[in-house]
């Protein structure tokens, strides 16, 4: 891959628009590895952005004409506006102008590609099937949209014909990917503001990319998932289902934690059953590790080799992190730090805390995480809260949306439980804490924003 594209775009360089997104970061960091001169912008500092400027990589704070060099390729992640000043100088001035979709078919398509797509457990699934590869001297070059627990990166620039991507299907343009094999990990009426808020929209565009597979590649599908299932007809590719009902080709049972620290489950393959230790928790991690498994098979790596390397695999930051030794207001409650933002994804994380800790009361701290998300699934989150002993509310996260009124205080007065509270500012998460009692508690930190900081008070 590197010499097939290096040659053809001699003296070019890259500027990145939204360079510090979660995916936009990782198309940076791959092509920096490839040997490319990038730059970029973004609205505000992060932590993707240290990342980069730690390698080297030029990137502005703000948005101005002055940034774009006319011999730049500009790639823009969807999250840009239309309107926005070097997008419209770059198309003025006629420079070649992809979206990150774009630039990422064209990575694929130089290599055998394996793209992890569906609502929830994408970043999960991606680093563990790039995990177990390299773990089996695979070594794809993979990109994945969140940060791991160990020291592996989130970006590598492998030396075999594999590349697995983490496919966000909230850009509709993910259906002109081009992958040898799809990931459906399952599907959920989620960004629908992307789809003109029709379901149905989102459904064509799945099924589009996994008809797009060459007549021998594969689909990998979650056969437990509603939703999944209603596509199953009209794929015309070989599919393979995972799951825990028994009509699926590749099945798990009989699941048990052990000490609250691992989990232990049974797969049944061919007929013949095979123990998996892991250290990730919760029935959704099941599945995640099932959908993995399953495209190493696919690859031939043997099952037994696949569960070896599930040993030292301990997942993205932020997926169900648990902490046991911080003390608040002299009591230790289990700390949960969960990176999850949408009600399906909270019911799982409160699924996996009553199986732990049936008889632990739970304090959730949650940050709602986008405008858009909370108007369209307001009434599932008031469902999900029911299952809690307190909530309190941070400020909405807003990912760069204008406020629609449904905000965190809309949810607040929305919300039944007697024990509520919300939040001006993460500032003011010390000063609420101090009243409560939580022996025998579970404090779980929920959200994508900047809801991840609170850690570092604690730890302070």
């Known amino acids: 891959m590197k010499n097939s594209i290096t040659q053809h775009l001699k003296n070019k360089s890259f500027f990145l628009i939204g360079i510090g997104g979660s995916g936009m970061m990782g198309i940076a960091e791959l092509l920096h590895n490839l040997g490319f001169t990038v730059r970029g912008s973004d609205i505000q500092e992060n932590n993707a952005i240290k990342r980069l400027r730690k390698m080297k990589i030029k990137v502005f704070i703000g948005h101005d004409s002055k940034n774009i060099n006319l011999k730049d390729i500009v790639v823009f992640s969807n999250a840009i506006q239309r309107n926005n000043i070097e997008l419209k100088f770059s198309r003025q001035n006629s420079l070649t102008v992809l979206s990150r979709m774009q630039i990422l078919a064209e990575l694929m398509r130089l290599k055998y590609g394996i793209s992890i797509t569906g609502s929830h457990g994408k970043t999960t699934t991606t680093s563990l099937l790039s995990h177990i590869m390299y773990e089996n001297k695979l070594d794809p070059t993979y990109l994945i949209g969140g940060k791991l627990k160990t020291d592996d990166p989130h970006v590598k620039l492998g030396n075999s014909h594999y590349l697995v991507t983490e496919t966000d299907e909230s850009d509709p343009s993910f259906s002109k990917l081009t992958p040898h094999l799809v990931v459906?990990?399952?599907l959920d009426q989620e960004h629908l503001d992307n789809y003109d808020h029709n379901y149905g929209k989102l459904e064509t565009s799945m099924l589009e990319l996994m008809n797009s597979v060459?007549?021998?590649g594969k689909v990998f599908i979650n056969g437990d998932d509603k939703n999944s299932l209603k596509l199953l007809k009209k794929i015309n590719r070989g599919v393979c289902t995972y799951g825990l009902k028994e009509s699926n080709s590749i099945k798990a049972k009989s699941i048990k934690y052990i000490d609250g620290k691992k989990m232990q489950f049974d797969v049944v393959f061919s007929?013949?059953?095979y123990r998996v230790s892991t250290n990730l928790l919760g029935k959704h991690n099941v599945y995640n590790i099932l959908s993995a498994l399953s495209v190493c098979l696919h690859l031939g790596i043997s099952i037994t080799k696949i569960i070896k390397s599930l040993n030292?695999?301990?997942?993205?930051?932020r997926r169900f992190d648990v902490y046991e030794d911080i003390y608040i207001?002299?009591?230790k409650p289990v700390i949960i730090d969960d990176y999850g933002?949408?009600?399906?994804?909270?019911?799982?994380?409160?699924?996996?805390?009553?199986?732990l800790y049936p008889e632990k009361k739970i304090v959730m701290i949650f940050q709602p995480h986008r405008f858009s998300r909370t108007k369209a699934h307001w009434r599932l989150f008031l469902d999900v809260f029911r299952r809690l002993d307190r909530i309190i509310l941070l400020p909405t996260y807003s990912a760069g949306e204008k406020n629609n009124s449904y905000d965190s205080s809309f949810i607040y007065q929305k919300i039944k439980n007697k024990n509520k509270s919300l939040l001006k500012s993460i500032d003011e998460v010390e000063n609420v804490l101090k009243n409560i009692n939580f022996d025998n508690s579970v404090l779980v930190l929920q959200g994508a924003g900047d809801i991840k900081d609170i850690m570092n008070i604690f730890k302070r």
Do not use: M, V
């Open 214 to 216: 060459p007549f021998y």
């Open 329 to 331: 207001n002299k009591y």
């Open 184 to 186: 459906l990990t399952n």
């Open 271 to 273: 007929s013949r059953s």
């Open 341 to 355: 933002h949408h009600p399906t994804e909270i019911n799982s994380t409160l699924d996996t805390i009553n199986n």
């Open 312 to 317: 030292s695999f301990f997942g993205a930051s």
